[in-house]
């Protein structure tokens, strides 16, 4: 049913995607991207393992909206090789202060699936786009970098404390699980809007957040139950030989 209703809705959505393409200025590349600057920028370009910062607003081919950090009043923070193809490619076409609209089709926005309820399977989409900034990364912290410390010797790399990041002091901060720290990657996306510009494929994509930050469900200090298990089985032969 959900593949004769993306058929269905692709057969429908192709003489709106001619149109676009067809309009002033309007760039169509071989992945079936539609790109028309509005706007031209003059700062730098993205590359696709770059984080930027940008205000969007998302139509379908009906003009319905469906997302729009525009209309939120907050621009989204992302990885661009965080989000759906169709953005990967366009944004990468823009320099920072610039604004274009891009038109996705199904192909390289969420396939055959959809995003329901909002979008259809095999839907077109459009968007207004206006590229903010390239983010910096962070900078690591102090004790990652081996930078020297206060007290210690001189050209001794320093071990961070991982007890103490893990506890912290009485009272203190205690270190966010994966998922908390993980929004550090992206921002200005309403939990209650629909995730337009993450990747369909992505196992997390139904929450708004990229897949690298439920790896494994892991927090960033655990170990692997299997090397608990052979520490524990070399302490129990230890002990057997000294009694011997």
């Not at 965080?82 to 202060?97: D, S």
């Amino acid at each position: 049913m959900p593949k004769s209703a993306a058929e269905a809705e692709k057969k429908d959505a192709q003489s709106f995607l001619d149109k676009m393409a067809k309009e002033k200025g309007a760039q169509k590349t071989e992945s079936g991207l539609i790109f028309i600057e509005m706007a031209p920028g003059s700062g730098a370009t993205p590359q696709a393992t770059d984080t930027v910062k940008v205000n969007y607003h998302g139509t379908l081919r009906d003009g319905t909206v469906f997302d729009s950090s525009r209309d939120r009043g907050t621009p989204a923070t992302f990885p661009l090789n965080r989000v759906i193809p169709c953005w990967t490619e366009a944004v990468q076409k823009m320099k920072v202060g610039g604004k274009a609209k891009i038109v996705c089709p199904s192909s390289i926005a969420y396939g055959d699936r959809g995003a329901p309820p909002k979008i259809k399977p095999g839907a077109p989409l459009v968007f207004e786009v206006e590229l903010l900034s390239i983010e910096k990364p962070a900078a690591p912290p102090a004790a990652a970098r081996g930078v020297h410390q206060p007290g210690g010797q001189a050209g001794q790399r320093s071990k961070p404390n991982h007890t103490s990041q893990r506890r912290g002091p009485p009272g203190g901060p205690r270190q966010a699980p994966r998922e908390q720290s993980c929004q550090s990657t992206v921002s200005g996306i309403s939990p209650n809007a629909i995730p337009s510009i993450w990747r369909w494929s992505s196992p997390t994509a139904a929450s708004g957040a990229p897949a690298s930050c439920s790896r494994r469900g892991q927090s960033p200090g655990a170990r692997p139950a299997r090397a608990g298990l052979a520490r524990a089985t070399a302490s129990r032969r230890v002990c057997r030989t000294t009694r011997r």
